[in-house]
């Protein structure tokens, strides 16, 4: 019970400045929105090429752009982390009795609303485009989006307790991101990747969740990559989540 009073206090106190600065939703819904208008109509010509998964360009690329949504959206956190150490936040919460591993979840649930709203914002978006997806289907991506959230921000606020500096913390988010989204089938579907680039994008978790995310916008629910994602995505924030939470008991031991 003293987990869940304390990670909603923690919860209460950032989804009060989340709701006090609405623009941060706007700005973390700005990249993909331009990917949806500015580089989606290229894949048109490409649905029909061996390779190519069917059901339409946009329902096989928003729900990439989610999955990306979830990660970027999340990766950026750490350094709203690093300014709270900078003016002794984090130092100040020593002599409290807040749970450590609350003051992991109630960052996280909090990062984890925000994404899920810019995920809402961009699925209404890109509607009048041609996306089609069923109530239950967003329930379950929005689910899959959430742990994609709670898994980077867990890494990030681990990584940003760790370096404590922006000049730090930026190189090590920006150089370890791009790899990961070039080899999980973001911005073009693995099926028209030569073989070693799948082998290579076999070991990136973030494939699956892309995988399973198209599964699901295209009326797939029953297909196994989606139970795959799900649970791959599920095992690796529990180890994240554990990770996080030992950065932050000794940040304020």
Known sequence: MKLIRDTWLVFG??????????LWVA?????????????????KPLQNMPGFPRGGA????????????GMFG?????FSLI????????ERLRVTPVSRVALLFGRALRDMLSIAVQSLILILIALPFGLSINPIGIIVVLGLIGLIGLLTASIAYAVALA???????APIVFTSTLPILLTSGVLLPLGLAPQWLKNIAAFNPLSYAVDAARAIFL???????????????????????????????????
């Not at 700005?27 to 894949?43: I, T």
């Not at 946009?58 to 949504?69: G, T």
Request: zero cysteines.
């Open 83 to 90: 300014s709270e150490l900078r003016f002794g936040v984090i």
């Open 163 to 169: 370096v404590k500096s922006e000049d730090s913390y």
């Open 74 to 78: 999340a990766a950026g956190v750490g």
């Open 219 to 253: 009326a797939h629910l029953s297909d196994p990559s989606v139970l795959k994602g799900v649970v791959i995505l599920a095992v690796l924030s529990v180890v994240a989540v554990v990770i996080g939470a030992r950065q932050f008991g000794r940040a304020v031991a």
């Open 58 to 69: 946009y329902n096989v690329f928003v729900p990439a752009l989610l999955v990306q949504l």
């Open 13 to 22: 106190r950032y989804f009060g400045l989340f709701i006090h600065n609405p």
């Open 27 to 43: 700005v973390g819904v700005l990249q993909p929105v331009l990917y949806l208008v500015l580089f989606a109509p290229l894949l």
